[in-house]
T-cell receptor, first 114, second 110 residues
Framework: QKEVEQNSGPLSVPEGAIASLNCTYSDRGSQSFFWYRQYSGKSPELIMFIYSNGDKEDGRFTAQLNKASQYVSLLIRDSQPSDSATYLCAVNIEPNFGNEKLTFGTGTRLTIIP | DGGITQSPKYLFRKEGQNVTLSCEQNLNHDAMYWYRQDPGQGLRLIYYSQIVNDFQKGDIAEGYSVSREKKESFPLTVTSAQKNPTAFYLC?????????FGQGTRLTVV
């Protein structure tokens, strides 16, 4: 089982609709979770992080975490064409005490259709 | 300006040569990471370091080496033992888990 799994997509969403991106992880001890956005040919940029169960909102973005189900998601409301990118889920995994490693999923490619 | 600087942006290597990719940060971050990204793929961890003079192998360390002699610097050497080195290499630094990336280095073997 991969440490961090995402549906690779592509995911197509009409402009103005809600885009929902999902991620599961294997390490029950993971404590911190991140969503990155990567435009084609560019480096990833951090858009959200979440540490506690529940929802965290930042503008049009909402991150949701369910540690019992080992599931983290990202919702994008009022989707815009500029949201078209690959979204990477990342999880901080601690294979040895004090040595956390940030592990990424393969990413979901999102296309917003005008 | 604060940030993470990778150099060069593009690098061409002949087969059998070692090359070193530079990564410098002035954000006072403890953790630094090297990732490799192939076309249409996610990020795979090569090496990571939490403190000076200590580093850990990631998931694909074979054919690569690193050093962490200074907090600000984490260079990556791609050795001739790496059989398929053509890729986009990303360096990141961070605290408390979150990471911020440099602009990346595109390495091509010719």
């Amino acid at each position: 089982q991969k440490e961090v799994e995402q549906n690779s997509g592509p995911l197509s969403v009409p402009e103005g609709a809600i885009a929902s991106l999902n991620c599961t992880y294997s390490d029950r001890g993971s404590q911190s979770f991140f969503w990155y956005r990567q435009y084609s040919g560019k480096s990833p940029e951090l858009i959200m992080f979440i540490y506690s169960n529940g929802d965290k909102e930042d503008g049009r973005f909402t991150a949701q975490l369910n540690k019992a189900s080992q599931y983290v998601s990202l919702l994008i409301r009022d989707s815009q064409p500029s949201d078209s990118a690959t979204y990477l889920c990342a999880v901080n995994i601690e294979p040895n005490f004090g040595n956390e490693k940030l592990t990424f999923g393969t990413g979901t490619r999102l296309t917003i259709i005008p | 300006d604060g940030g993470i600087t990778q150099s060069p942006k593009y690098l061409f290597r002949k087969e059998g040569q070692n090359v070193t990719l530079s990564c410098e940060q002035n954000l006072n971050h403890d953790a630094m990471y090297w990732y490799r990204q192939d076309p249409g793929q996610g990020l795979r961890l090569i090496y990571y370091s939490q403190i000076v003079n200590d580093f850990q192998k990631g998931d694909i360390a074979e054919g690569y080496s690193v050093s962490r002699e200074k907090k600000e610097s984490f260079p990556l050497t791609v050795t001739s033992a790496q059989k398929n080195p053509t890729a986009f290499y990303l360096c990141a630094s961070g605290r408390t888990g979150e990471a911020f990336f440099g602009q990346g280095t595109r390495l091509t073997v010719v």
